[in-house]
T-cell receptor, first 111, second 114 residues
Framework: NAGVTQTPKFRILKIGQSMTLQCTQD?????MYWYRQDPGMGLKLIYY???????DKGEVPNGYNVSRSTTEDFPLRLELAAPSQTSVYFC??????????FGPGTRLLVL | AQSVTQPDIHITVSEGASLELRCNYS??????LFWYVQSPGQGLQLLLK??????LVQGIKGFEAEFKRSQSSFNLRKPSVHWSDAAEYFC????????????FGAGTILRVKS
């Protein structure tokens, strides 16, 4: 099993550009999550999904959108990139509340 | 809503010394408690978790944590630190009524000096 994979690893965006961060898991987990990590702030939940076709906002959803058309994939969309979205983004998945499995992260720089 | 506080931003210990990382949570009942570790440039890996039962839980890599309800704490300990333990450690809390969502602390960066 590859676990949770994320692409790209690193990206530089200009202000106002859009992009999609990809996340795929091969563990057949129903639950998937997107977090952002900023220095000294821990991880903040952006969006999460409890199954295909079901998504909900987390703590910091503004400026982001998600979709969940399959169990495996949970892409995160940035429509109009802003410097405040410079961060490291982590995708995670879980079977239940017990353990979340994290991807390696995507480092995003918005200039 | 639940919250997590990790009072120490940085901790430096000598290799071979004991370690304790502090975690305090705010929640009315008994939450689900977790410790994750993040090596530089990596994702997070679960060290251990507490749901119920024995308040002293053992994890991977020789770590353990103790749940103390009276102090709302879930401190992480290791009797002898190795240089490879240098990383950032995150405490997280979940609760049944919040589904599978976790709230993370700000993290503690552990430095190990030889």
């Amino acid at each position: 099993n590859a676990g949770v994979t994320q692409t790209p690893k690193f990206r530089i965006l200009k202000i106002g550009q859009s992009m999609t961060l990809q996340c795929t898991q091969d563990m057949n987990h129903n639950y998937m999550y997107w977090y952002r990590q900023d220095p000294g702030m821990g991880l903040k939940l952006i969006y999460y999904s409890v199954g295909a076709g079901i998504t909900d906002k987390g703590e910091v959803p503004n400026g982001y959108n998600v979709s969940r058309s399959t169990t495996e994939d949970f892409p995160l969309r940035l429509e109009l990139a802003a410097p405040s979205q410079t961060s490291v983004y982590f995708c995670a998945s879980s079977y239940d509340v017990e353990t979340q499995y994290f991807g390696p992260g995507t480092r995003l720089l918005v200039l | 809503a639940q919250s997590v506080t990790q009072p120490d931003i940085h901790i430096t210990v000598s290799e071979g010394a004991s370690l304790e990382l502090r975690c305090n949570y705010s929640y009315g009942a008994t939450p689900y408690l977790f410790w994750y570790v993040q090596s530089p440039g990596q994702g997070l890996q679960l060290l251990l978790k507490y749901f119920s039962g024995d308040t002293l839980v053992q994890g991977i890599k020789g770590f353990e944590a103790e749940f103390k309800r009276s102090q709302s704490s879930f401190n992480l300990r290791k009797p002898s630190v190795h240089w490879s333990d240098a990383a950032e450690y995150f405490c997280a809390v979940g609760a049944p009524e919040y589904g599978n969502k976790l709230v993370f602390g700000a993290g503690t960066i552990l430095r190990v000096k030889s």
